[in-house]
């Protein structure tokens, strides 16, 4: 049985006319007529009791045109999905991220995504750079957005959009008076720093402080950037921070940029090279937002 016998069948039910359903299927009537008695052999019953004046259903015929018209309903639903997930429409997408990805640019991204399509159910996974590599290669995830990622030959990484690095002081400090603050004025300040161990974005802010002259005098290490501002707030030290740290607001602590050259901390998307059409999407919104 095939679903043309179920289409043709359906079209001669509600027609009930052999001539008026040939028509509109746009065949001629003898090969309808075949098929349709093709069918009634296959189902092994008469769906039709045909006279000279008209056509009309047996019980059995009933029975079937409401099954046949729900088989016809089911293919075409699944058609209809299947086209809008080929698309890109309609999925899933998987986001890995750091905390301090999210609170910038990341969360307007996502819901200007939501808006413009919003058959695709976005997750949020918070987790530090190496994890997220590592649920991207076993396609835990689907995309990344991390600082300084790692070269990996299996991953294709592009810069999403631009932040620079500022700093966050306590605002009794004497340098809060300044708009901007030159990186080497922070010699011989104790400062809070991203974990090194975990983060090669820590280790590049290291780097740039010894190219400007010292060693930071690093007392107490965090995960997360946004967590060095309460740390600054209880007079811990100074902390290096992406742009984007600005947009906390907590009493006690202001954020100042530094003097170009200024580090950078731009945000990267990573993804895996044979990507679907849910993660084409995004990228292209990523790209176009931010060009």
């Not at 089911?74 to 999905?81: K, L, N």
């Not at 609170?103 to 996502?110: A, K, P, Q, T, Y």
């Not at 290669?137 to 299996?154: E, G, I, K, M």
């Not at 720093?193 to 400007?212: E, G, M, P, T």
Request: charged share 20%; proline share 5%.
């Amino acid at each position: 049985m095939e679903l043309r016998h179920l289409r043709y069948f359906v079209a001669v039910a509600e027609a009930a006319s052999f001539t008026a359903a040939a028509k509109s299927l746009n065949i001629s009537q003898p090969p309808l007529s075949q098929q349709i008695r093709d069918l009634e052999e296959e189902v092994g019953t008469r769906l039709f009791e045909r006279s000279s004046r008209n056509v009309e259903l047996t019980e059995a015929g009933a029975d079937f045109l409401n099954h046949a018209r729900m088989i016809l309903g089911q293919v075409e639903h699944a058609a209809h999905q299947a086209r809008a997930i080929g698309s890109g429409q309609v999925g899933t997408l998987n986001i890995g991220t750091t905390g301090s990805v999210l609170l910038g640019s990341l969360s307007m991204l996502v819901a200007r995504f939501g808006d413009s399509w919003p058959g695709v159910f976005v997750r949020i996974h918070e987790m530090d750079p190496q994890a997220q590599e590592a649920a991207l290669l076993a396609h835990r995830t689907d995309l990344s957005f991390v600082r300084r990622p790692r070269h990996n030959v299996d991953l294709v990484a592009t810069v999403a959009w631009h932040e620079k690095v500022g700093v966050v002081l306590p605002e009794s400090h004497p340098l809060a008076r300044l708009e901007k603050i030159e990186l080497g004025a922070l010699r011989g300040e104790s400062f809070v720093f991203l974990r090194l161990v975990d983060s090669r974005f820590a280790r590049y802010l290291h780097d740039c402080c010894v190219a400007a002259g010292f060693v930071p005098n690093i007392t107490n290490e965090v995960v997360e950037s946004y967590s060095l501002t309460s740390l600054v707030a209880a007079g811990l030290g100074v902390a290096l921070v992406p742009e984007c740290i600005r947009n906390l607001s907590r009493p006690g602590i202001v954020y100042r940029a530094l003097v170009d050259p200024a580090p950078e901390a731009d945000v990267y998307v990573i993804s895996r090279p044979n990507h679907g059409p849910v993660v084409a999407s995004f990228l292209e919104m990523t790209r176009a937002m931010f060009a």
